[in-house]
Structure formats: C-alpha cells, structure tokens
C-alpha cells in the first residue's frame, strides 16, 4: 500500500495546456510538499500545506495553483504549460513541519511540447 | 536566500571503502538536517536525520552535525555498489520552516 501516491507518473501535453496532477498520503501526516526537479535534478520546494493552509509558496508563477481539499490530498493545477514546466514533480508529506522527515511520492514527469 | 552547498562529484569510492560526503548551510538559524538517496529515476527516500550537535549512528550511516561550523556531513562505511546514487543534503530553517535541498553529490562505488 503506497504512502504517498501520485497520479499520472507521465503526463505529455502541448503548450498552453492546463493540466493537473493529484497526491494522496496515506500516512496520517499533517504536512504536504510540492517540489519541482529540473533537468540538472536540482529539487526545489514550491508549496507547502499544514493541514489544509497554505504556509509555503516560494515564488511560484500564479500559472501553478495548489489546492488541498483535506489533508491527505494535494493536488497541482498548472494553467497555459510553458516549455520550461517541463520537469518531474513531487508530492512529498511529513508528520510536522518543524522536524519535517518527508516521505516522497513517485514523481510526476511532465513534458511540455 | 537561503543556501545549501554540496560537491557535485562524482566521488568514486572502492567496496568496502568509506565514503564521506560534505554540506555546508548559509542559514544559522537552521534546526533540523536531513540526508535523502535518489536512485537515477526515483524519488529520494531519507537515510539519516539530526537535530542536534554530534553524531548520529543508524547501521553503515553516520550523520554529523556541527551548528557553529554550519556543515553537517554524511559517512557511509563499507561502501556497496549499492549505494552509488545521489545524495542530497537538506536543511529546514527555523521559523519559516521552508526545506532547502542541495543539488546533491553523485556517489559511484566501484567493485
């Protein structure tokens, strides 16, 4: 049974799509991450909840919205796919945010023609 | 900005070796340090996490820590094949909370 689940693993779409990607944990965690790793594997955190407040966004364009409905979910809408959106996503939780040991998903790799 | 360094590599090291892996933290305000492996094409999965000053032992791995220095470091004795992957190192600043990850040393053990 995975803990932190992502759904699709490989989405291929066209510029200017919108396109969204879901993460489910199953861990009981009150944290969830949504970090963006680029070709050079550089992972970078791009929005964090805690128990369904966003606390983190780190300069982020507004194309990217998070939402979380409860805290096991957190899904990633992005608007009009740039070239440079192309990248794999992960979801990752944690039990706080404070200590932060963080579980990851699979990962989402997208690709933006 | 907050900033975490790592050597980039390759750092080769034979079997049976010990493989010793370097971070250093911009933000002294940091609280919590996290070592993560990422297999080429997985996600990155924790090995060691430390909170305070010293070592930590959990098997073949020893986190380090040294808050006035602001490096933390990673040992992994008896080095496999196995565990040529990427390593990152991660940091989580106080207050903010924001994770900071390095851009990670790539590890090659040699048989």
């Known amino acids: 049974d995975t803990a932190v689940s992502q759904t699709p693993k490989y989405l291929v779409t066209q510029m200017g799509n919108d396109k969204s990607i879901k993460c489910e944990q199953n861990?009981?965690?009150?944290?969830m991450y949504w970090y963006k790793q680029d070709s050079k594997k550089f992972l970078k955190i791009m929005f964090s909840?805690?128990?369904?407040?966003?606390?983190i966004n780190e300069t982020v364009p507004n194309r990217f919205s998070p939402k979380s409905p409860d805290k096991a979910h957190l899904n990633l809408h992005i608007n009009s796919l740039e070239l440079g959106d192309s990248a794999v996503y992960f979801c990752?939780?944690?039990?706080?945010?404070?200590?932060?040991?963080?579980?990851f998903g699979a990962g989402t790799r997208l690709s933006v023609l | 900005q907050k900033e975490v360094e790592q050597n980039s590599g390759p750092l080769s090291v034979p079997e049976g070796a010990i493989a010793s892996l370097n971070c250093t933290y911009s933000?002294?305000?940091?609280?919590?340090f996290f070592w993560y492996r990422q297999y080429s094409g997985k996600s990155p999965e924790l090995i060691m996490f430390i909170y305070s000053n010293g070592d930590k032992e959990d098997g073949r791995f020893t986190a380090q820590l040294n808050k006035a220095s602001q490096y933390v470091s990673l040992l992994i004795r008896d080095s496999q094949p196995s565990d040529s992957a990427t390593y990152l190192c991660a940091v989580i600043s106080g207050g903010s909370y924001i994770p900071t990850f390095g851009r990670g040393t790539s590890l090659i053990v040699h048989p």
């Open positions: 990752a939780s944690s039990q706080d945010q404070v200590r932060g040991i963080q579980y």
């Open positions: 909840y805690n128990n369904k407040e966003l606390i």
């Open positions: 933000d002294r305000g940091s609280q919590s």
């Open positions: 861990l009981g965690h009150d944290t």
